[in-house]
């Protein structure tokens, strides 16, 4: 069973860049039909899509936030990685990484972190 | 912008059957939308309990189970129990790599 875990700074503030980097274990990043989601979820709100990375490096990003959103992947080390540009306190979420079967469902997920926004 | 909606919140009593929707502000889900179903607990990460309309995941009970009803996509929990109380999220797949949350449902089982 492939495990997920995120890991990243605890707090960032506005206008500056909240990265995010996802570990996975159990299974390679280069498997075929895996795609490796971030998810969000705002406090005491529901869950959002940010958007999803291929391990060829092919992203798709949620339109809303698809110009802060960039995702990258490192094969070498199972990772794959989150930045979210000019963050304002809206932005303060549990972020989730996530594997998706070909986009279609989630099917493993971290446990997420708590990234508040603030000065 | 596509919506997905779902009911804010439900009730159904121990033992009790209750039908969770899941649809789209316009138009209508079909299993071409691929419709999932998570659960989440106060604190914890959401779980997969459906994926694909109607299959469920591994280790979920047989009592929750998926459907495409009407213009919705629908989780059916029969015999409900009392840790089932919980916050019920769908997905739809809207094609070109684009997924979308609803806004889930806040089950109450008392």
């Known amino acids: 069973q492939v495990q997920l875990q995120e890991s990243g700074p605890g707090l960032v503030k506005p206008s500056q860049t909240l990265s995010l980097t996802c570990t996975v274990s159990?299974?390679?990043?280069?498997?075929?039909?895996?795609?490796w989601s971030w998810i969000r979820q705002h406090p005491g709100k529901g869950l959002e899509w940010i958007g999803y990375?291929?391990?060829?490096?092919?992203?798709y990003y949620n339109p809303s936030l698809k110009s802060r959103v960039t995702m990258s992947v490192d094969t070498s080390k199972n990772q794959f990685s989150l930045k979210l540009s000019s963050v304002t306190a809206a932005d303060t979420a549990v972020y989730y990484c996530?594997?998706?079967?070909?986009?279609?469902?989630?099917?493993?997920w971290g446990q997420g972190t708590l990234v508040p926004v603030s000065s | 912008q596509t919506v997905v909606t779902q009911e804010p919140s439900f009730s159904v009593s121990p033992g009790g059957t209750v039908t969770l929707t899941c649809g789209l502000s316009?138009?209508?889900?079909?299993?071409?939308?691929?419709p999932s179903w998570y659960q989440q607990t106060p604190g914890q990460a959401p779980r997969t309990l459906i994926y694909?309309?109607?299959t469920r995941s591994s280790g979920v009970p047989g009592r929750f189970s998926g459907s495409v009803l009407g213009n919705n996509a629908a989780l059916t929990i029969t015999g409900a129990q009392a840790d089932d109380e919980s916050d019920y999220y769908c997905?739809?797949?809207?094609?070109?790599?684009?997924?979308?949350f609803g806004g889930g449902t806040k089950l109450t089982v008392l």
């Open positions: 996530a594997r998706s079967r070909s986009q279609y469902y989630f099917d493993s």
């Open positions: 159990g299974g390679s990043i280069s498997s075929d039909g895996s795609y």
């Open positions: 990375i291929y391990y060829s490096g092919s992203t």
């Open positions: 316009s138009g209508s889900v079909s299993t071409n939308n691929y």
């Open positions: 694909s309309t109607n």
């Open positions: 997905v739809l797949y809207m094609g070109r790599g684009i997924s979308v």
